[in-house]
């Protein structure tokens, strides 16, 4: 069993084997505090390796999933000479928690209801599905308080592509639902609390019936093979090709398929 950090900013919930992080604030717009930071950091370096969680979902208490950077702390920098060195170290701070959930071995879903806004939104382009309630809205707002979106703008150009990316970037549009499912960032849209759980579990039922190991590599395929030129993709892939062969996963689901019966990841 996964031995879960004590966490204040997140509500932690593992059921048979899935995580739920709730962010816990949903008076201020779960904003993402620096102990918010590093309370997911402390979950994510707690379950890379262990197989028996099987997914992660990210979701905001009060019907409202992340505002983004924690505008009072940026004030109180301004209030107290913003120290450039400081800043610089939350940044790199930010972009940590990005990398760290972006490469998570786990199949990760965010439920958005609510707002998704600045880092919000960041958040949510580092999930494997986005779920969004359909009164949910999106927005890249850096821009109209006078920053950019610095840390998040490689994984919004990666989930969006550059026309839509930059565009959303510059712009400071907001988006609803709809207009975020259009332009790639939503994968389903749901009605309600109960939809977005009903939805969740869904989801909780295929990754079931997948290998987590075999999960846990095609994530580092789909991160690493893009950046490869093509010979070593075909090098990378043969290599990992090989090893799942060999692996017991693909002894038990090759038996299970010719004994008709389901492997044992996806029992119970």
Request: net charge negative; proline share 4%.
């Amino acid at each position: 069993m996964t031995g879960l950090p004590a966490t204040t900013a997140l509500d932690l919930n593992l059921d048979d084997g899935w995580l739920t992080l709730w962010f816990n604030e949903p008076k201020s717009r779960n904003p993402l505090t620096a102990k918010r930071i590093d309370d997911i950091q402390a979950v994510c370096d707690a379950i890379r390796d262990d197989r028996s969680v099987r997914g992660v979902t990210f979701r905001g208490r009060g019907g409202v999933f992340c505002a983004g950077g924690d505008l009072k702390s940026f004030k109180s920098a301004f209030q107290g000479g913003g120290d450039r060195d400081d800043i610089v170290r939350m940044s790199l701070q930010a972009a940590s928690l990005f990398d760290s959930v972006n490469t998570l071995p786990q199949c990760t879903v965010m439920a958005v209801e609510g707002a998704a806004m600045a880092g919000g939104f960041g958040l949510a382009c580092v999930g494997d599905v986005v779920l969004a309630d359909d009164q949910a809205r999106f927005a890249l707002t850096e821009t109209t308080i006078g920053l950019t979106p610095a840390q998040i703008a490689p994984f919004v150009l990666k989930r969006l592509g550059p026309r839509e990316g930059r565009k959303l970037m510059l712009l400071a549009s907001m988006l609803d639902a709809k207009e975020a499912e259009t332009a790639g960032l939503v994968d389903m849209i749901v009605s309600g609390p109960e939809d977005m759980t009903a939805a969740i579990d869904g989801i909780r039922q295929q990754v079931r019936r997948c290998a987590p190991g075999a999960v846990a590599e095609t994530k580092r395929l789909i991160l690493t093979l893009p950046h490869l030129a093509r010979k070593d993709q075909a090098e990378m892939a043969a290599d990992s090709f090989a090893e799942r062969m060999m692996s017991d996963e693909a002894r038990e689901g090759v038996a299970s398929f010719l004994e008709k019966r389901k492997p044992n990841w996806a029992e119970g």
